[in-house]
């Protein structure tokens, strides 16, 4: 069954520290995979997206995430956080070829202190 | 570019009457939209996907009847809750993508706050 799981709820760091928003899914088809993030009452926005070209790809706002097959992750990083980047993170995973078949992990909610 | 304006951004009604929320695609056309529903704390619920010019498709459990969803030109879709009661408060999101497919990201409107009072 096609799945995706983010495996922290709630991530918190210092400002300037590292940021690490974990990703693994499940599937049988090879997915394309995005990380969107949310900040309060507003809609999603994409950071980044893996569509089976490199597997390190670099997003907005200083985000990239690593493609690894073999654990079938798809984690978000950035190497020093800022005190905007506080805001919902969804990593999401499209398992068909229309691409009409999404699923939304729960979401994590990264917050920075100073 | 990929700009999605969804239309109003908060809206508080009465418990019986239907309110109307718009979605439109502001610099590309979408065959296809989705409307999603989320709750405090919580992802995104897919609740419908909106083609333009036939019958919107709806996920399980999500009640045609109650949300009603139009599809009539390539860059505006609507979603009408009809008589709405307190349990549809919620925030309401829609998305379109630029271009077919798996690899073409979701762009999103900005949501809409709905409470029924």
């Known amino acids: 069954a096609q799945s995706v799981t983010q495996l922290d709820s709630h991530v918190s760091v210092s400002e300037g520290t590292p940021v690490l928003l974990r990703c693994n899914y499940s599937?049988?088809?090879?997915?394309?995979l995005f990380w969107y993030v949310q900040h309060p009452n507003k809609g999603l926005q994409l950071l980044l997206k893996?569509?089976?070209?490199?597997?390190l790809v670099k997003g907005i706002n200083g985000f990239e995430a690593e493609f690894k097959k073999s654990e079938t992750s798809f984690h978000l990083t950035k190497p020093s956080a800022h005190m905007s980047d506080a805001a919902e993170y969804f990593c999401?995973?499209?398992?068909?070829?229309?691409?009409?078949?999404?699923?939304f992990g729960k979401g994590t909610t990264l917050s920075v202190s100073s | 570019g990929a700009v999605v304006s969804q239309h109003p951004s908060w809206v508080i009604c009465k418990s019986g009457t239907s309110v109307k929320i718009e979605c439109r695609s502001l610099?590309?056309?979408?065959?296809?939209m989705f409307w999603y529903r989320q709750f405090p704390k919580q992802s995104l619920m897919l609740m419908a996907t909106?083609?333009?010019?036939?019958?919107?498709?709806?996920e399980q459990g999500v009640e045609k009847d109650k949300f009603l969803i139009n599809h009539a030109s390539l860059t505006l879709s609507t979603l009408t809750v009809t008589s709405a009661h307190p349990e549809d408060s919620s925030f309401y999101i829609c998305?379109?993508?630029?271009?077919?497919?798996?690899?073409?990201?979701?762009?999103f409107g900005n949501g809409t706050r709905l409470t029924v009072t």
């Open positions: 610099d590309f056309q979408a065959t296809t």
């Open positions: 893996y569509t089976s070209a490199a597997t």
């Open positions: 998305s379109a993508r630029w271009e077919a497919g798996s690899n073409s990201p979701l762009h």
């Open positions: 599937s049988s088809y090879s997915p394309s």
């Open positions: 909106s083609n333009e010019g036939s019958k919107a498709t709806y």
């Open positions: 999401v995973v499209s398992f068909n070829q229309a691409g009409t078949a999404l699923i």
